[in-house]
């Protein structure tokens, strides 16, 4: 089994302070084999902003995979974003914006979907739909999970605009056998398999830090993961600032997909 901690939109620059040291005490504790972040590291990619990203990313003890987001290239300085959209980025969280990881249990793949033309709105491209196949092709019996910032599905309550390529993508990702795809950008979070592609499990983190809040407070998820069965377990904020599991949803394979959710109460 593999354990993921998902984290995303920390958002620095519209963040509370105040749950940096709790959020980072919390996710060494738990010790996941790796911290995933789904992009928004900064809100308007300051240096300064992305300097204390990097800060709170080197007080991670557990390793760290990272796509960027939308509030990652500069949306008040377009000259920036149109030439050198992630050279702040790259300095301060990874060179690669696309990173992949392998282990005996595990393949992940990390899709950037920022389209820096349409700031607010993200793309899946046709090449994206192909390196996620191409990974996926020989991964044997590993857990198959895409990572990247946009969700690939909005509920009807969502104002946003769907990613560009989202139908395309999903179906593509269903065809190459991928098992769950991690995202952010909404700050709610959410587990449940897509409505149209059942075979794929869409789980997305709220904001681990931001001010932005939608409807909840500051959450990240921890997750375990094979190929047969996925838990998720949301850890929430409290009034007290201090993160605390609210509960675990487990998902099962199916023929006709993931089956689930069996609420476990703590």
Same mark, same amino acid.
């Given at each position: 089994?593999?354990r993921?901690?998902?984290?995303?939109?920390?958002?620095? @620059?519209?963040d509370?302070?105040?749950?940096? !040291?709790p959020?980072?005490?919390?996710?060494?504790?738990?010790?996941? !084999?790796?911290?995933?972040v789904?992009g928004?590291?900064t809100?308007?990619?300051?240096?300064?902003q992305?300097d204390r990203?990097?800060?709170?990313?080197?007080r %991670?003890?557990?390793?760290?995979?990272?796509?960027? $987001?939308n509030?990652d290239?500069p949306?008040d &300085? =377009?000259?920036?974003?149109f030439?050198?959209?992630?050279?702040r980025?790259?300095?301060?969280?990874a060179?690669?914006?696309?990173?992949?990881?392998d282990?005996?249990d595990?393949?992940?793949?990390?899709? &950037?979907?920022?389209?820096?033309f349409?700031?607010?709105?993200?793309?899946?491209?046709?090449r994206?739909?192909?390196?996620?196949a191409?990974?996926?092709?020989?991964? $044997?019996?590993? =857990?198959?999970?895409?990572?990247l910032?946009h969700?690939?599905?909005?509920g009807?309550?969502t104002?946003?605009?769907?990613?560009?390529g989202? @139908?395309?993508?999903?179906?593509?990702l269903?065809?190459a056998?991928?098992?769950i795809?991690?995202?952010g950008? %909404?700050?709610?979070?959410?587990?449940?398999?897509?409505?149209?592609?059942?075979?794929?499990?869409? =789980?997305?983190?709220g904001t681990?830090?931001?001010?932005?809040?939608? $409807?909840?407070? &500051?959450?990240? &998820?921890l997750?375990?993961l094979?190929r047969a069965?996925?838990?998720?377990?949301?850890?929430?904020a409290?009034?007290?600032?201090?993160?605390?599991?609210?509960?675990?949803?487990?998902?099962?394979?199916?023929?006709? @997909?993931?089956?689930?959710?069996r609420?476990r109460q703590?």
């Open positions: 089994m593999t993921l901690v998902h984290l995303s939109d920390l958002h620095f @620059g519209r509370r302070d105040d749950l940096a !040291d959020l980072i005490e919390t996710v060494n504790r738990l010790a996941p !084999d790796m911290v995933v789904s928004d590291f809100q308007r990619a300051r240096v300064s992305f990203a990097r800060r709170f990313l080197n %991670l003890e557990p390793p760290v995979f990272a796509v960027p $987001g509030h290239t949306l &300085n =377009v000259l920036v974003r030439l050198r959209p992630w050279v980025y790259r300095e301060a969280i060179h690669e914006l696309e990173p992949r990881h282990t005996p595990l393949r992940m793949v990390g899709i &950037n979907t920022v389209n820096r349409s700031w607010q709105r993200g793309r899946f491209r046709g994206h739909r192909a390196r996620v191409a990974a996926f092709s020989d991964a $044997g019996e590993r =857990v198959r999970v895409v990572v910032h969700p690939l599905e909005h009807p309550e104002q946003k605009r769907l990613m560009k989202a @139908g395309k993508a999903l179906r593509a269903e065809d056998g991928a098992d795809v991690l995202s950008h %909404l700050h709610n979070a959410f587990a449940a398999p897509f409505l149209a592609a059942p075979g794929l499990l869409f =789980v997305q983190a681990g830090l931001s001010t932005r809040l939608r $409807g909840e407070t &500051n959450t990240f &998820n997750l375990t094979s069965r996925i838990g998720i377990e949301v850890w929430r409290g009034a007290d600032a201090v993160f605390a599991p609210s509960g675990e949803m487990v998902f099962d394979r199916a023929e006709t @997909g993931w089956k689930g959710a609420p703590r």
